[in-house]
């Protein structure tokens, strides 16, 4: 693993603040890099956000025209929706640099957009996802992968990650026998 990933997350016109907020935690708590995103309707309504841990303090979150423009040379565009032809998440291989791109919560990917992409990625489910769970699903696998290397591991990352509220730990019946 390279410290030198990048991750990013594309979306197209979000719509609800609420699923910004909540893929704004995902983005901190899995490591991304920045988000973008396009249309006009989350500037409108980024007032009601919900980003509760404040990782848009630390992940560049920013408006742009085209999220296929806007991405560095050597960052892999890679579709995640209901695309026909599609690679079902559980057999794709993350390339190390992507901007994940991600439709709006009432429609999909622009055709233009897909014929530009590097890959196009469905999470196998009945029926769609809500868009704040598609990214943390996808950040999951990533990491999951190990292309997301987080710097603590175990009790230790447990111990950083929880909230002043969370003291609890597991100790197995054998601990005890």
Do not use: W
């Not at 030198?4 to 708590?29: D, E, F, Q, Y």
């Not at 980024?46 to 848009?56: E, I, L, N, P, V």
């Not at 990214?135 to 990650?161: F, H, M, P, W």
């Amino acid at each position: 693993m390279t410290e030198k990933t990048s991750v990013g997350i594309g979306l197209i016109n979000p719509k609800s603040p609420t699923n910004v907020g909540a893929i704004m935690r995902a983005a901190g708590c899995f490591g991304a890099n920045y988000v973008l995103y396009t249309g006009q309707r989350y500037s409108k309504a980024a007032k009601f956000h919900t980003d509760t841990k404040q990782a848009s303090q630390h992940i560049p979150l920013r408006g742009v025209d085209n999220l296929a423009t806007a991405v560095s040379a050597g960052v892999k565009i890679v579709c995640v929706d209901l695309i026909e032809g599609a690679v079902a998440l559980p057999d794709f291989t993350h390339p190390e640099h992507a901007l994940y791109v991600f439709g709006p919560e009432d429609g999909t990917i622009n055709q233009s957009i897909i014929d530009a992409a590097d890959a196009a990625v469905y999470i196998p489910t009945k029926g769609c996802l809500n868009l704040a769970a598609t990214v943390n699903v996808v950040l999951y696998d990533r990491q999951a992968k190990n292309l997301t290397s987080l710097s603590a591991n175990g009790d230790e990352l447990i111990r950083a990650s929880r909230d002043v509220n969370n003291r609890v730990a597991f100790k197995s019946q054998g601990a005890n026998s």
